[in-house]
């Protein structure tokens, strides 16, 4: 079962404009970590933002904020005030419990999501 | 700029060659990771590697050796390669972490690959 969802393939959005990027995730642990990656065209995967299972505020870093809502297992990412370099990939992951994971750390990914900011 | 870095970031091989993917991460993170990234698919975990162990091989074909001398360095050795093996590969590092903290893995630029 696919355990990151990323629905939409694409999306475009104005310059200046806010964006919602979805993520939905499947797990029974109690304990995980969700994470979301952005990959320009240059190919590296920058970290943007972290939310932990038991996080009771949503994440927030500069322009970039998480909407977690953790009994819809989503984890949205809101990008405020787009800029033409926030065209890229998007990657939405998540880390479970290391113990289901046998003790290694390892990051499941979503398909991404590609953004186009226009001027 | 990254603390990880990979070379070389472009290559070409012939089913037949033999080369070399190098990692070096400059964190002082103890776990490194190779990914593989195909067009339209999610990012694929190949190996990982604890302090210089090797805890994780994600059934991938024996064409792909990893070594691990030193926690700052990660090799990925290729041999008779397929078409198929073309993709975009990431290395990463990472401290080990626990399943509640904020560590997260710091990607190198890539490495991409074309075999013929």
């Known amino acids: 079962a696919q355990k990151i969802t990323q629905t939409q393939p694409g999306m475009f959005v104005q310059e200046k404009e806010a964006v919602t990027l979805d993520c939905t995730y499947d797990?029974?642990?109690?304990?995980?970590?969700l994470f979301w990656y952005k990959q320009p065209s240059s190919g590296e995967m920058i970290f943007l933002i972290y939310?932990?299972?038991?996080?009771?505020q949503n994440a927030t870093e500069g322009r970039y904020s998480l909407n977690f809502q953790k009994a819809r297992k989503s984890a949205n990412l809101v990008i405020s005030a787009s800029q033409l370099g926030d065209s890229a990939m998007y990657f939405c992951?998540?880390?479970?419990?290391?113990?289901?994971?046998?003790?290694?750390?390892?990051?499941?990914f979503g398909k991404g999501t590609k953004l186009t900011v226009n001027p | 700029e990254t603390g990880v870095t990979q070379t070389p970031r472009h290559l070409v091989m012939g089913m037949t060659n033999k080369k070399s993917l190098k990692c070096e991460q400059h964190l002082g993170h103890n776990a490194m990771y190779w990914y593989k990234q195909s067009a339209k698919k999610p990012l694929e975990l190949m190996f990982v590697y604890n302090f210089k162990e090797q805890t994780e091989n994600n059934s991938v074909p024996s064409r792909f050796s990893p070594e691990c001398p030193n926690s700052s360095h990660l090799f990925l050795h290729l041999h008779t390669l397929q078409p198929e093996d073309s993709a975009l590969y990431l290395c990463a590092s990472s401290h080990q972490s626990t399943s509640e903290s904020r560590e997260t893995q710091y990607f190198g630029p890539g490495t991409r690959l074309l075999v013929l």
């Open positions: 992951a998540m880390r479970e419990s290391l113990y289901t994971q046998g003790g290694s750390e390892k990051l499941v």
């Open positions: 939310q932990g299972s038991y996080d009771e």
């Open positions: 797990t029974s642990d109690q304990s995980y970590g």
